[in-house]
């Protein structure tokens, strides 16, 4: 038959990999969509949203449950993250692998900005900061490994609070009393935190000008895990003397935080592209 007479189709679309270990990618599955949950779940809720047969999911809970990875709640008829869980937590904290990674980030960054440059984590209602960079021939900052910080003041803490759940927020920053004070700047109510909040959404980055130190500013991004979670933010200080563009230095850190990002995802690193 001539080739013309032929019926040409597109190839079948090749099916996602199927994993080598169902069981194991079964667990790790559940694991993480608890860790994910605001509170313990039902096991018809674990199997309805990870496509997973419910008998499959009770003998796995089962046996999570006997390594202390979950803990099951019969009165509730739900099930949480055991103790085990939290010890692996402990585990991640004492290897520093987000100071780790994040380190040569910010080192590129420095090199970029030409100033300092530090990532920091909420730790409650204030930021603790992990990294710090310093720029040659810049002033010294107090935001020094170890240091904690009122979030709502700091570049970092507004990047981050900008990213969380209101309803968190709210629970963080109640009345007037949460707020705490350095230079006499800065919100000092929730609804003044509020409206700073929905101006840092609205440009996708966070700014801060005296509030932490007078004659420094700040411009800090968050950074997102997977499901949009800020679990840090980077930032750079500047003298404010010097008048500095904050839209130009943002456009340096955001892609910074998008690369620690993808780092921390387990993706493969790439050079950030500006």
Do not use: C
Not at 42 to 55: C, D, E, Q, V, Y
């Amino acid at each position: 038959m001539p080739d013309s007479q032929h019926n040409f189709r597109d190839p079948p679309r090749a099916d996602p990999p199927r994993p080598q270990v169902p069981a194991a990618d079964q667990t790790l599955r559940i694991l993480s969509f608890l860790a994910r949950q605001r509170g313990p779940a039902p096991a018809s809720a674990i199997a309805t949203a990870l496509g997973i047969p419910r008998s499959s999911v009770y003998h796995l809970l089962g046996a999570l449950q006997e390594h202390h990875f979950v803990v099951h709640l019969p009165e509730e008829r739900r099930w949480g993250l055991g103790l085990a869980a939290f010890e692996l937590a402990g585990g991640y904290s004492r290897q520093e692998p987000l100071a780790r990674l994040g380190r040569p980030v910010l080192a590129d960054l420095v090199d970029r900005a030409g100033e300092s440059a530090h990532l920091a984590v909420m730790h409650g209602r204030d930021v603790l900061y992990i990294v710090e960079e310093r720029a040659p021939r810049r002033p010294a900052l107090v935001t020094d490994v170890g240091v904690r910080l009122p979030s709502h003041l700091t570049a970092t803490g507004r990047a981050m609070l900008a990213a969380l759940p209101r309803e968190q927020v709210r629970a963080l920053f109640p009345d007037a009393a949460a707020f705490a004070d350095r230079t006499g700047r800065g919100p000092r109510r929730p609804s003044e935190l509020r409206e700073l909040l929905r101006e840092v959404r609205a440009r996708g980055w966070a700014f801060e000008d005296g509030e932490v130190t007078l004659g420094l500013g700040s411009i800090g991004v968050a950074v997102l895990d997977h499901v949009g979670w800020p679990i840090a933010a980077i930032a750079v200080t500047y003298p404010a003397e010097e008048e500095r563009d904050p839209a130009a230095l943002a456009a340096l850190v955001a892609p910074m935080a998008t690369e620690l990002g993808r780092r921390i995802r387990g993706a493969r690193p790439s050079r950030p592209k500006l």
